[in-house]
């Protein structure tokens, strides 16, 4: 400020801010002073519990214009909303404040924000969860949650992993052993760290977090009877998923053979009942598309699946369009080698439909309202109408097959 001038170089005051436990007259009266260290540089609070409160609180606040319009659009599309709040409104919002203020100044105002994403959660789905469903449902999708993650609860590994990865870190040691003591409450002593360690080998955020699941998730399955909810899932739920997609497929088996289609169940490869592991098709139609025998494969799928979702947002396509066109990519070449075309039969878990289901149905719709004299408009709505009565029943079996006994 004092040789500056005359090299052209200026200073604007109303820009600057200074902090120093020394003499703060010696700065120009028009900078702002503070012998708090109660400041915010790149978007990040640096000062005491109140300050950093406070300034996470503000932004929480902004957080929420976009929680009120996936409130909105839950209205219209739950599961559309689920999405958004997972991969757009929740943890990714405010992540970069857990990385960058420790957990002891930040974790108080990010509890409230994870408040705000339960309450959201439950206007999109009219779902009011208890505290053990909700810690279920903050796991990640591969451990049987929803992802929507806990910000108090990761923000010690976010910080960790921060803090270690900068040259600040050994600077930092006061701030990053509260850190490391509050994420070994949170894990298995087994997996306990140290501050030399994280030091010595910066972790990364993902298996800090994946630690912190893992323990949350093996405490779940031990409360009450949740270890024998755990065997219910593999051992009854998924022979009843089965029986249910069997059900699905034998559902346009039983309308084609009203309307007097040519239709076989679970052929193998020489049109026989031999059950070939390698068959491409549930249901085979015949002379159906100039001659040849159309191939249904009949699948259901859900579009929460992380790989199915990664695909629909690159493709821009709905989750039964992705599973139609994998099913194209395994089993047109073995339809073409027999003769067949592949027709994938694709419905999603929450009941949309695949635009070649759509299409088959349609068709088989005609063949029925023409052999039947009906209209067509009565027929094709009794088929998806006994179909999504009987995707619901699936879906509630699947729902009730993980309900924690009370006693």
Aim: aromatic share 6%.
């Amino acid at each position: 400020m004092v040789h500056g001038p005359a090299l052209g170089l200026l200073v604007n005051v109303s820009k600057c801010e200074v902090f120093s436990h020394h003499n703060l007259d010696v700065f120009p009266s028009g900078m702002k002073a503070s012998d708090k260290p109660n400041i915010v540089i790149l978007g990040v609070a640096i000062g005491d519990l109140d300050f950093c409160s406070s300034f996470i609180s503000t932004k929480r606040m902004e957080a929420r214009a976009l929680l009120s319009q996936l409130e909105q659009v839950g209205v219209l599309d739950s599961q559309v909303a689920l999405v958004l709040l997972r991969l757009c409104g929740g943890f990714c919002k405010l992540v970069h404040l857990a990385r960058s203020t420790p957990p002891s100044l930040s974790s108080q105002a990010l509890s409230l924000f994870d408040n705000d994403i339960r309450r959201v959660f439950s206007e999109c789905t009219g779902v009011d969860t208890s505290d053990t469903a909700w810690k279920h449902a903050q796991l990640s999708l591969s451990r049987g949650g929803l992802g929507l993650q806990s910000l108090s609860h990761h923000s010690s590994a976010a910080y960790i992993s921060s803090i270690c990865s900068s040259s600040f870190g050994s600077k930092s040691v006061h701030h990053l052993s509260q850190a490391v003591e509050v994420f070994n409450n949170l894990v298995f002593p087994v997996e306990a760290i140290n501050v030399e360690s994280v030091l010595l080998s910066p972790p990364i955020q993902k298996t800090l977090s994946s630690k912190f699941d893992d323990h949350l998730f093996n405490n779940l399955i031990t409360i009450s009877s949740l270890a024998d909810k755990a065997h219910c899932c593999k051992v009854v739920a998924w022979p009843r998923y089965f029986r249910g997609l069997s059900v699905y497929r034998d559902i346009p088996v039983e309308t084609c053979r009203r309307a007097h289609i040519g239709v076989q169940v679970e052929v193998g490869n020489n049109l026989t009942h031999d059950h070939n592991k390698t068959r491409p098709a549930d249901i085979i139609l015949s002379n159906w598309f100039l001659g040849k025998p159309a191939a249904l494969d009949v699948s259901i799928t859900s579009p929460l699946n992380p790989l199915t979702l990664l695909e629909v947002g690159v493709l821009a396509k709905s989750a039964a369009q992705v599973t139609e066109a994998r099913k194209h990519q395994a089993n047109d070449p073995k339809c073409s080698e027999l003769g067949w075309v592949c027709v994938p039969m694709v419905a999603e878990s929450y009941g949309a439909w695949g635009n070649e289901a759509s299409s088959i149905i349609s068709s088989i719709a005609s063949r029925l309202a023409t052999s039947t004299c009906k209209s067509k408009s009565v027929v094709l709505n009794d088929i998806y109408g006994r179909l999504n009565v009987h995707l619901v029943r699936v879906n509630a079996t699947a729902i009730l097959s993980r309900i924690i006994p009370l006693s």
